[in-house]
């Protein structure tokens, strides 16, 4: 089984900078990809950004500029930089895993507010 656990969401101003992390743990044997996806009210949940055991990264065209995906293969650990937050990017921001199998995180809440 894999856990992925997530941190770094909160409240922001719009303008302001957060960082998640996403740190995988458990039976890994192979990671494909890791990514970042969201999820606001009545919303579907959409991508946010990808980035492949290559080192390939994918991005919404709404955060291209503003979010980079990066990771830390030696810990399994993926990090989500947004800066210039604006208030249509508060949602639910989940990890998602693909390997063998595909995990996701359980969610952490991003609200940008004045």
């Known amino acids: 089984q894999v856990q992925l656990v997530e941190s770094g969401g909160g409240l922001v101003q719009p303008g302001g900078s957060l960082r998640l992390s996403c740190a995988a743990s458990?039976?890994?044997?192979?990671?494909?990809?890791m990514g970042w996806y969201r999820q606001a009210p009545g919303k579907q949940r959409e991508l946010v950004a990808l980035?492949?055991?290559?080192?390939?990264?994918n991005y919404a065209g709404s955060v291209k500029g503003r979010f980079t995906i990066s990771r830390d293969s030696a810990k399994n650990t993926v990090y989500l930089q947004m800066n210039s937050l604006k208030p249509e990017d508060t949602a639910v921001y989940y990890c998602?895993?693909?390997?063998?199998?595909?995990?996701w995180g359980q969610g952490t809440q991003v609200t940008v507010s004045s």
């Open positions: 980035i492949t055991s290559g080192g390939s990264t």
């Open positions: 998602r895993l693909t390997g063998y199998s595909t995990y």
């Open positions: 458990g039976s890994i044997f192979s990671i494909y990809s």
